[in-house]
């Protein structure tokens, strides 16, 4: 599969979705995953599927350094003590050395961002963590988490797909060199079926699941995350690297959302 990293952690363009796939379903599809060519693959402790994750990359014949790990930290687990102890355990139950990248799964409002951030930061000093981020933070929390850490946030997860804007948080990314990790690119499968997707689609012998991610990867700074669990959405989810949408086929999909609307907006400061 082509890919390309983005951002200060080289993060690969594709990642591989596993929640909500458990025990042997999950280590299967990764090890489908791996095969077919994806080198990053998201978890998380709330998914309950770090074991099979770890599994499936060390029954993979891919080289462990080749494979970006992302796991999160579960929202009740952000105090310094528990960030300490539960990360402890998810690199024990994957198994797979050092995690790329720990995030943190949901701003805990009663926990301060920089309590959860300062013991991420021990724990890479420590080695058990490489990189880290946040997930589901607003512009302003991803901020705090920014000012708080001594080391880059380099990612932060959010729902992003073509029915949903995230102009906002993109455009500050951009600038302050974050990547946006989209979760559920898919719309959890709600993108299949879209008239303009497919007709944009069939322009390039394309479906529309690989349209959506082609347009979040053709994006400056975006890394897609699809989660599939049959042979054929996991490998039909890679192949996306041949084919290019136009600047108005790009425009097209914005307007889905109201993005197009919002970006023109910006330009013109109205
Ligand atoms: N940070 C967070 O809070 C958060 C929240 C949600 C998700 N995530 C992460 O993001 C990943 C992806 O998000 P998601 O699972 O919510 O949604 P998604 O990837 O947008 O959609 C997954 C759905 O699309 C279907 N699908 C996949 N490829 C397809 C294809 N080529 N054609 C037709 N249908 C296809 C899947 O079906 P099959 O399984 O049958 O193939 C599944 O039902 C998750 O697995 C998880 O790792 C993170």
Redesign the pocket.
Known sequence: MQGWTVGEAEMPILGF???PMKGPTCREAVEIALECGYRHV?TAQMYENEREVGQAIANSSVDRADIFVVS?IRKGNCRPAAVRETVRESHDRLDVGTIDLMLI??PNPRVPIPDTIGAMNELQDEGLVEHIGV??FSVEQLRAAMDASETPIVTN?VAY?PFRDQSDLLEFCIDEDVVLTA???????DV?GTESLERIGDRYGK?A?QVAIRWLIQQENVVA??????RR?IE??TEVFDFELTDTEMAEIFELSGGLRERLRRLLRI
């Open positions: 979705g596993t929640w998201d999160k799964h949901s997930s589901n997860q797909h979760y559920s690119p898919l719309a959890k499968g299949i479906t699941a995350i699809p989660k599939a669990s049959s959405h039909e989810n």
